[in-house]
């Protein structure tokens, strides 16, 4: 079975500093990894995602997260974020259907 | 090219009622998935068609249902609506089922009374 676990239900950070948002997977098969952004009202846009490769991966608006196997993680990072960051972040695996976990609402703050 | 659209955006029913939400694909995207987003529950799956096929199904009780029309878009039913199906469910999208990507609507608000 596959499961998801974000660590963090909240993550508050001023304006300018770097920030980690964590995910732990479960599954018995290989996955594909993906980081959503969802902003007040609206949809969910995919920020980055890993099918293979590279474990390091970027995304859009300065976001890049690491696909760690031996410890199934996939945190998501920004180096410097803005107050336009401020949202909530799902991490999801997929082998079969999308999981997405709680959810982690970055808060930023000048 | 035109994103994902849902119809209504924002909906009051009540309990009893039935409810029908409808979804635009992306053009050229075949593939069409529904979830449901509540504060208490998250993001949940529905269901995935394919060519007019139910390819997988989550955890929902038979009164929630779908159907896939021939030019991809997609309806989902809900029968005698309760207090609780009051959420956010949103649309998603992909080339076809196989596909890692999806692409997201911006949801339609069903509110229960």
């Known amino acids: 079975a596959q499961s998801v676990t974000q660590l963090d239900s909240q993550v508050p950070v001023f304006e300018e500093a770097p920030v980690e948002l964590r995910c732990n997977y479960s599954?018995?098969?290989?996955?594909?990894l993906f980081w959503y952004v969802q902003y007040p009202n609206q949809g969910l846009q995919l920020l980055l995602k890993y099918l293979s490769g590279s474990t390091l991966v970027k995304g859009i608006n300065g976001f890049e997260a690491e696909f760690n196997k031996s410890q199934t993680s996939f945190h998501l990072r920004k180096p410097s974020v803005h107050i336009s960051d401020t949202a909530e972040y799902f991490c999801a695996p997929r082998t079969g259907k999308l999981i997405f976990g709680q959810g982690t609402e970055l808060s930023v703050k000048p | 090219k035109a994103g994902v659209t849902q119809t209504p955006r924002y909906l009051i029913k009540t309990r009893g009622q039935q409810v029908t939400l409808s979804c635009s694909p992306i053009s050229g995207h075949r593939s069409v998935s529904w979830y449901q987003q509540t504060p208490g529950q998250g993001l949940q799956f529905l269901f995935e068609?394919?060519?007019?096929?139910?390819?997988n199904k989550g955890n929902f009780p038979g009164r929630f249902s779908g159907r896939q029309f021939s030019n991809s878009r997609s309806e989902m039913n809900v029968s005698t609506l309760e207090l609780g199906d009051s959420a956010l469910y949103l649309c998603?999208?992909?080339?076809?089922?196989?596909?890692?990507?999806?692409?997201f609507g911006p949801g339609t608000r069903l509110t229960v009374t």
């Open positions: 068609y394919f060519s007019e096929t139910q390819r």
């Open positions: 599954s018995s098969v290989s996955v594909y």
């Open positions: 998603a999208s992909s080339l076809d089922s196989g596909s890692y990507e999806q692409y």
